[in-house]
């Protein structure tokens, strides 16, 4: 079978900006060859299946050469495979696009290309820089700053300056100061409006504004590094005005979220949403016992139950599959009353066209149990965690109330990036590390290491008894105010305006 080539532009960084039609093509990639301006949050998004091929390129540095990329992709799509090849930006753009596409059109392979965003505009609009405006600017241009080694640059700058648009000149870290200095001798007002802004639309941005002439001195004192882009026009003295991004609550925040893969993204995006720098490194996922012969006799005789009670959305997915496989659907649940440990849980419940009767307002097995000894007259049936907390059995037993306790799927640590992680937490470079449940916690430590030095962030717990699990583990800790992930994200914001004792 023959294969494909899809050129994909993955934009400036925030992985926001990733086209959907981009993000269809990766999800269905085999082979995924991406360079070194994709940023990480972007790379999270390629399957697991996938395989990755790194030919990552920075000035003055080509570990891979142009030639050897265009090999790759020629080889790769000719053994029959799906290939995706992500590119920063815009492929088009600067992006040596064309020269890879001219390759494979002359072998014959099959191939097409989804733009991405370019940084001279994304990049410019996270830096609050307009690249067009009424007042200001009429036309845009893009420009490379970057020459081929030993060469000198070749740019018109005085066509340039006669244009009276905005400037952008991308790769130009390093010919910054004759950049400025060819406008200026090309008869550019010294006191025009300039800009650069680097690591564009990520949540380390930086924006360094000064008049044109005064731009490499200002720079320098910042220690601006690649990437950068460079801006000259008068949409720059917008930029102070206009800065949103940079002003978001946490932003500069870099946050390590401990959540499953599969249950990680609504914490991640909500967060990523207030600029912080998410990483994610799920130390546990979720396994469903499956067959479940005990499950299946329990649901068997659904009627004998008042309530049916989950303490998480594995759960809820463990006793919809046997559910289902049994041949029967929600209405085999006739009169029985659901009660979820959370609101993420609930949603879980939601997702099948079922409502949650209880949802504790704190999010932990023995208030769970509370509300429920409170509530129950009838049997309940509990569909859990393998390793759950006896608090929540232990509450309906001292409550008089009988109740079949079955586990319906299993945590299981996942120490694949253990050794990255502790190098991370070792240097300090998260300032909070989220944990949603006491299995978290567990997973994370085993990962880690129970001698790893946990003083160098503070533990965000969705609740006690996932702080109460941290802090054995000598983790300094911080409760949401509900148990909610949005209440964690809140945490956050609080904690990093200060609004809350660290």
């Not at 981009?22 to 697991?48: N, T």
């Not at 102070?240 to 959540?259: A, D, K, Q, S």
């Not at 914490?267 to 998410?278: I, K, T, W």
């Not at 085993?446 to 054995?472: H, M, N, W, Y």
Request: hydrophobic share 45%.
């Amino acid at each position: 079978m023959a294969g494909k080539v899809t050129l994909v532009g993955a934009g400036p960084g925030d992985p926001g900006l990733l086209t959907v039609k981009g993000l269809r093509a990766l999800l269905g990639a085999e082979v995924v060859v991406y360079d070194r301006l994709v940023s990480p949050a972007v790379l999270e998004l390629i399957p697991d299946g996938a395989r990755r091929i790194d030919v990552g390129k920075e000035a003055s540095h080509h570990p891979v050469p142009q030639a050897r990329i265009n090999q790759i992709l020629l080889e790769e799509s000719q053994a029959g495979h799906n290939v995706v090849r992500l590119k920063g930006g815009d492929p088009f753009v600067f992006g040596r696009g064309g020269e890879e596409l001219e390759t494979l059109a002359r072998a014959g392979v099959a191939f097409s290309e989804i733009p991405g965003v370019t940084s001279a505009i994304g990049a410019a609009a996270y830096g609050g820089v307009p690249v067009t405006h009424r007042d200001y600017a009429s036309s845009l241009h893009i420009i490379t700053g970057h020459a081929r080694e030993g060469a000198a640059l070749d740019i018109d700058f005085e066509a340039l300056v006669r244009t009276k648009g905005t400037l952008v000149f991308l790769m130009g870290v390093t010919a910054m100061p004759a950049i400025v200095k060819g406008l200026l001798a090309a008869g550019m007002d010294p006191a025009t409006p300039a800009a650069m802004v680097e690591r564009g639309t990520l949540p380390g941005q930086r924006r360094c504004g000064a008049a044109l002439a005064a731009l490499p001195a200002r720079a320098a004192e910042m220690e601006i590094h690649s990437p950068a882009l460079i801006i000259v026009g008068s949409v720059c003295a917008l930029a102070e005005e206009l800065c949103w991004f940079e002003r978001l609550p946490l932003h500069g925040r870099r946050i390590l979220v401990t959540r499953p893969r599969e249950r990680a993204g609504t914490l991640s995006d909500a967060l990523r949403e207030q600029g912080a720098e998410v990483v994610e490194f799920p130390c546990i996922r979720t396994e469903p016992i499956l067959p479940c012969p005990a499950m299946e006799r329990a649901l068997e005789q659904l009627a004998d139950y008042e309530w049916l009670g989950f303490t998480g959305a594995a759960g809820v997915e463990a006793f919809w599959s046997c559910l289902r496989g049994m041949g029967r659907d929600a209405r085999a649940l006739g009169n029985v009353k659901l009660a979820a440990i959370g609101s993420a849980t609930g949603k879980a419940l939601e997702a099948r066209g079922l409502t949650a009767d209880l949802i504790p307002e704190i999010c932990d097995g023995a208030h769970m149990g509370a509300a429920l000894a409170k509530k129950a007259a009838g049997r309940v049936l509990l569909l859990r965690a393998e390793e759950g907390s006896p608090a929540l059995p232990d509450a309906l037993a001292a409550a008089g109330i009988a109740f079949d306790d079955i586990p319906v799927y299993r945590t299981i640590h996942d120490n694949s990036r253990a050794r990255e992680l502790r190098t991370e937490l070792e240097a300090g470079r998260f300032d909070y590390v989220t944990f949603t449940s006491a299995s978290t916690v567990r997973g994370f430590v085993s990962a880690v290491g129970p001698d790893a030095d946990f003083s160098r962030f503070l533990g965000l717990c969705i609740g006690p008894q996932t702080a109460k699990e941290a802090e054995k583990r000598g983790i300094r800790v911080r409760i949401g105010g509900r148990a909610a992930i949005d209440a964690l994200v809140e945490l956050a914001e609080n904690l990093s305006a200060g609004e809350q004792d660290l």
